[in-house]
């Protein structure tokens, strides 16, 4: 019995710090929690990084657990899902999902489906307690072991840095999300459940270029959004070396750039899976051509 045509799923891919929020997570979470200032933080992390010629994420990682210590500080998994309820969002993100959805379910009568996501170097804990989780088909980012005896955490788990977030693409692609699962064995491209085609990756800057380089390598889109002057002369630059297909301004509001472009990446998925679709029916309903005898 012939397989009918399954690939009419859209994912939208989303970064979190400066895409959805305009600051990173832990600036509203812990750093106010452990009492410190997120400028000296950072340069800490970068300082210490540099010293030591070690990883980026591990080492901030590490000196939240140092810092938690020193300070008899106690950040447990309940706790920083209770900090993550108060992350604020760029405009328009709380009706966002649900116009999106509104809209693919519109276009394609009702053929095609969309799904979000979040791939993030943040704590998927915190991700864990945002507001906004509900619309979340998975998400994706750094843990922590957090002990059994008294809750706090002990080391990474899990570190998401800005080339190791391509790894949740595929998994996205192939319909391996769990991360435990194996993602390397070999996966015919039409029996993938999303493919690359039907993703679009929004991010915000050059920790987001990985990402951005295999959607669009692998024909699907990408999006950079900015915050303010600053931050839009980032996206220029990535616009202009044909890294992404689009930039806007971070207002997921009705009817902004942002919304627009979007959409209009939308259309041409949906178009496209229509296309895709009708040639395979077409191609299945050939008559099976005998083996040669």
Request: hydrophobic share 35%; with cysteine.
């Amino acid at each position: 019995m012939k397989t009918p045509f399954h690939q009419t799923t859209i994912a939208l891919v989303y970064d979190f710090d400066g895409t959805l929020s305009p600051k990173a997570m832990q600036e509203y979470t812990i750093l106010p929690e452990l009492g410190e200032d997120p400028i000296a933080f950072w340069d800490e992390c970068t300082e210490e990084a540099q010293r030591l010629k070690a990883d980026p994420m591990l080492t901030y990682m590490r000196l939240i657990i140092e810092k938690m210590t020193k300070s008899g500080g106690k950040i447990t998994q309940q706790r920083l899902r209770e900090l993550a309820a108060g992350i604020p969002y760029f405009p328009g993100v709380s009706v966002w999902f649900d116009n999106i959805n509104h809209y693919v379910q519109k276009k394609s009568n009702g053929r095609v489906t969309v799904k979000h996501y979040i791939i993030s170097a943040g704590l998927k804990d915190i991700l864990d307690g945002i507001t906004i989780r509900h619309h979340f088909e998975n998400m994706f980012g750094s843990e922590y072991y957090f002990c059994t005896t008294d809750g706090l955490p002990k080391f990474p788990t899990i570190v998401v840095n800005d080339t190791t977030k391509t790894q949740y693409l595929f998994r996205i692609n192939k319909g391996h999300e769990d991360v435990r699962a194996p993602l390397n064995d070999v996966m015919p491209y039409d029996e993938r459940p999303i493919p690359f085609s039907n993703i679009i990756y929004i991010g915000d800057g050059s920790t987001d270029v990985p990402c951005m380089s295999v959607a669009r390598r692998n024909k699907g889109y990408a999006i950079a959004v900015y915050k303010d002057a600053t931050t839009k002369d980032a996206c220029t630059a990535l616009l202009s070396d044909e890294r992404i297909d689009y930039m806007a301004k971070a207002d997921y509001s009705p009817n902004t750039e942002l919304d627009h472009s979007v959409k209009l990446i939308v259309d041409r998925i949906i178009a496209d899976i229509f296309f895709k679709k009708e040639k395979f029916i077409q191609k299945t309903a050939l008559p099976s051509t005998p083996p040669c005898p």
